[in-house]
């Protein structure tokens, strides 16, 4: 099974260095965009609009690749209290609140996209769905890292239980 | 409608993440009361991830990392030290003025306490201070790295309320650097009661002129980049941008303490960090769809309007609102929550967007150093190894100033109003 | 028997039509609006429930329309009228008309209402399409544009509009992208010599104070559709939808009514503020010239042809 967790860390390493990589060159565009204002009296035309369509993609991969870290934003207060049996099925029945969202979200993309994804941005004039898909994109990976952050938790809590026989 | 609000706790509760949180009790919404609007769903959550503003997150997050890889904490306590160092309880007003210029370069308090206290925690411990005090005078100086521009949460708020981020940053500089002169004040009246130490180092004029020098590059920063806000010579996100550009040219060849090597994995942690917060804004545009179409807003209004209240104490009960809202959920979420409900409630009594803005942020930063849910007093516990209830217990002295500034902001709205005013018609 | 009762039902059922628009409740959008929900609820007896969101609570206007498309509300106004169909691209070609008149015959004609039919291939049914305000007019802090020489090396903000960007490059200006609400200081600071806009944003915006000069070069108007979700509109009885028709068109005039004389007001108020020039027709000629591969640049793109714009001509100089 340790197969698993090393397919796990090679996907997240590779979607962290495209998300990485994205955010590089939204940095390097807007840097790009002042400097040619002011030294070069022009502008490159819908650099603006590029930067927001990175910037989308950073979000839908690494928020996906943030449940497997298990690093999203939470209150973890009061699951902290609890002891570890509760606190696994108390973490499951999150995860799979989360898992189920996502699937209602990734369903519902498809039609959204079919009906508004041709609209073209204003500038580049790119069809929408360019940025739209990362929204099923980033609810499938999230979808996998619940289910993998659920196996995970359950795996380890037998073995810490076997260990202990 | 109820449906929304106690899913919502019920979510946060069993520690479902927020952002999740948001976008499940939003799910139930449709599917119990509106099905018929729940094609909504994917929409909203991408109006959410598509924001040029926005893009300033990650840029000024980056630009503290770099700041602080580039060893501008060291520099500034150095520099505290100077003018504070030889009173008594010197250590203590270090840090709450080392806090003060550190807010001025860092967009968030999380990292105000990370770095401040990683270096001051353990070398006041050393000198007797005890640690409650030590930790607690970090975390709660460290409120100011949010309030003191530029500041993440502005950009945040920003958003949600439609105003000028230049008019924003103007208008909490004021009362952030009142909270730190305050806590100054309380610093001195504590160190004096308690007999803390003075911090016994001559430099000669040589060294003190090096010591601000090396300082001194750091400290411009923050006028660069709100200047370029300010008057319209940059975005904000340019700006950020250009933030980021600068510490890196600092930190790589006038200090030459940033490793190139280590940047790829400060961008990395800039921008999950972004996404972290991204998701949540993105779904809580969901949340705050159902209120708009529900009229929530209004209806909140027009209840409070008939409850005939002076507006002294529907303003006070507005910021118990943000400190108990602050106490509970972060930051970021909560911004994006209470300012379509409570804006138009504040302004139908008058108050500025500016000014609720500012309110809003000061209020959500005492959260950050307040159980059960605090950030900061996370990271300070890590550091110190001290429980986050007796951090708490250390700060409580010094977060008076924030209160009092909390309701000077309520009631003087010059405090925030003169100066973007001055500076921006 | 059966289809009696539906029918019965269909004439008690209530239908809601929930619309959105960004502006603010002074605005002569949403003022136009609140004439809507009156009338249409009268004219209807009540079995259409109108209920308005104005001032952008649901979304950006990219936003609303997209919501309007998916059907989770059935109305809405504002810009991107290119998402509705590149046919009005047509109204908006720079210097394509001489005076308001003109477009409003043209909006009226046949032709304008092939342009709103075009809409429906993209989802969405439009009764009626008015003007979003008068012209759009320079301001600048460098020189009066009498010709089109004078706009030679100007910084311009312009909004992201792919037309907009093209024909400020035309007449070589040097187009810069500013955010709206960050205009005025960039414009103060310099950042941008000039900004286009109608006069009444001119105003509301104080774009004013940083400037000098005021040229009516009368380059552009925006067209106003109202767009609404077509599976909705096709939901109502054949009465209703004629009530809806005859209530949207009526809207749309008094939108214009209201839109056109506030933009008189504006204009008298800009007067006082800022040096203002006209340009003649001889200089226009110059200005259309410039523009003209920008006027072929969509034709090339295959929105509408060159006979489409000359029957626009010929109707808007009968
Ligand atoms: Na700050
Ligand atoms: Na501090």
Redesign the pocket.
């Known amino acids: 099974m340790k197969g698993i967790t090393a397919v796990e860390k090679q996907i997240s390493s590779f979607l962290e260095a495209v998300v990485t990589a994205f955010f590089g060159l939204i940095l390097l565009l807007t840097i790009l965009l002042v400097i040619l204002r002011y030294l070069f009296n022009t502008s490159i035309v819908g650099g603006n609009e590029l930067m927001e369509f990175l910037f989308i993609y950073t979000t839908a991969l690494g928020a996906a690749v943030s449940l497997g870290k298990r690093s999203h934003i939470k209150v973890t207060y009061f699951v902290d209290q609890l002891p570890p049996f509760s606190r696994a099925v108390v973490d499951t029945f999150s995860l799979l609140l989360v898992l189920l969202i996502n699937v209602v979200l990734l369903r519902l993309s498809f039609p959204w996209i079919a009906k508004v994804g041709d609209a073209a941005s204003p500038v580049l004039r790119l069809p929408s769905w360019v940025a739209m898909i990362s929204v099923p994109i980033g609810c499938s990976l999230a979808v996998l890292y619940c289910a993998y952050d659920i196996y995970k938790i359950w795996r380890f809590h037998d073995s810490a239980k076997g260990e202990e026989a | 409608m109820s449906v929304l609000l106690i899913s919502l706790l019920i979510l946060l509760v069993i520690g479902v993440p927020i952002a999740y949180s948001l976008g499940i009790s939003s799910f139930l919404y449709f599917i119990l009361i509106h099905p018929e609007l729940i094609a909504i769903l994917p929409q909203r959550l991408f109006a959410g991830m598509n924001s040029y503003t926005m893009i300033a997150l990650p840029l000024f997050c980056l630009m503290g990392f770099l700041m602080n890889e580039g060893g501008i904490t060291r520099r500034l306590i150095d520099f505290s030290l100077l003018f504070v160092g030889r009173l008594r309880g010197g250590l203590g007003l270090v840090?709450?003025l080392?806090?003060m210029i550190?807010g001025g370069i860092s967009g968030s308090s999380v990292s105000?306490?990370a770095s401040?206290?990683a270096v001051?925690i353990p070398e006041m411990e050393n000198k007797g201070y005890s640690p409650e005090f030590a930790s607690g005078?970090?975390?709660?100086?460290?409120t100011m790295g949010m309030i003191i521009p530029p500041s993440v949460p502005m950009v945040v708020y920003a958003l949600a309320a439609e105003e000028s981020v230049g008019r924003l940053f103007l208008g909490s500089l004021f009362p952030g650097l009142m909270i730190g002169i305050l806590m100054l004040v309380i610093t001195v009246g504590i160190s004096s009661f308690r007999k803390f130490p003075r911090e016994e180092f001559s430099l000669d004029k040589k060294k003190k002129i090096e010591t601000f020098n090396r300082a001194i590059l750091a400290l411009i920063m923050p006028l660069f980049v709100i200047g370029s806000v300010v008057f319209g010579i940059a975005t904000a996100t340019e700006s950020a941008g250009i933030g980021v550009l600068y510490a890196f040219v600092v930190g790589t060849v006038i200090f030459r303490t940033l490793k190139i090597k280590k940047i790829p994995k400060l961008m990395k942690d800039a921008i999950m960090t972004s996404a972290n917060v991204m998701i949540i804004i993105a779904l809580s545009k969901l949340y705050i769809w159902i209120l708009a179409i529900e009229h929530v807003p209004q209806q909140l209004s027009m209840f409070i309007s008939q409850l005939n209240m002076p507006g002294v104490w529907i303003i006070i009960a507005v910021n118990l609102v943000i400190l108990v809202s602050g106490t509970f959920i972060d930051v970021s979420p909560a911004i994006l929550l209470l300012t379509p409900v409570l804006l138009p409630i504040v302004q139908s009594f008058g108050m500025n967007p500016v000014q609720f803005g500012v309110l809003l942020i000061s209020g959500l930063a005492v959260g950050l150093v307040t159980p059960p849910v605090g950030m900061c007093l996370n990271v300070a516990s890590a550091i110190s190894g001290l429980r986050i209830g007796k951090i708490f217990y250390g700060a409580m002295p010094f977060l008076a100033a924030n209160l009092i500034t909390l309701l000077l902001i309520s009631f003087v709205p010059q405090l925030t109003l003169w100066l973007p005013e001055l500076l921006m018609k | 028997e059966g289809q009696k009762e539906s029918e019965s039902a269909a004439a008690e059922k209530t239908y809601v039509f929930k619309y959105s628009n960004s502006q603010s409740d002074s605005h002569p959008r949403s003022q136009s609006m609140f004439f809507f929900k009156d009338k249409l609820e009268k004219a209807s007896n009540g079995r259409i429930k109108v209920e308005l969101y104005t001032g952008g609570v649901l979304g950006t206007e990219a936003e609303v329309l997209d919501q309007v498309k998916i059907g989770t509300i059935q109305g809405c106004r504002g810009g991107l009228f290119e998402r509705a169909s590149g046919m009005y691209l047509i109204y908006t070609l720079p210097f394509m008309f001489e005076n308001i008149d003109q477009v409003l015959k043209v909006m009226n004609s046949d032709f304008g209402a092939k342009v709103n039919e075009s809409a429906m291939e993209n989802g969405l049914y439009i009764p009626a399409t008015g003007v979003a305000g008068g012209f759009r007019n320079i301001t600048n802090s460098k020189r009066p544009i009498r010709t089109v020489e004078d706009v030679r090396g100007l910084k311009m903000r312009t909004p992201p509009i792919d037309m907009t960007i093209k024909t400020f490059k035309a007449i070589g200006a040097n187009p810069q992208q500013v955010a709206y609400t960050e205009t005025y200081m960039a414009l103060k600071t310099g950042v941008v010599d000039g900004q286009e806009n109608p006069f009444s944003n001119t105003v509301d915006m104080k774009f004013y104070e940083p400037q000098r000069y005021l040229s009516v070069v009368n380059w552009q108007v925006h067209p106003d559709p109202f767009y609404v979700n077509p599976d909705w509109y096709k939901s109502l009885p054949e009465d209703l939808k004629a009530v809806f028709d005859s209530v949207a068109e009526a809207t749309m005039d008094y939108s214009n009514e209201l839109w056109l004389s506030s933009e008189k007001d504006y204009y008298l108020v800009l007067q006082e503020k800022l040096e203002v020039n006209e340009i003649d027709s001889a200089a226009r000629e110059g200005f259309v010239k410039a523009v003209k591969p920008v006027w072929q640049g969509y034709v090339d793109e295959g929105l509408f042809t060159w006979d489409e714009i000359n029957e626009v001509l010929a109707i808007a100089n009968k």
Do not use: C, E
Request: glycine share 6%; aromatic share 6%; charged share 5%.
């Open positions: 840090n709450v080392a806090s550190f105000d306490t401040i206290g001051l005078i970090t975390v709660a100086s460290s």
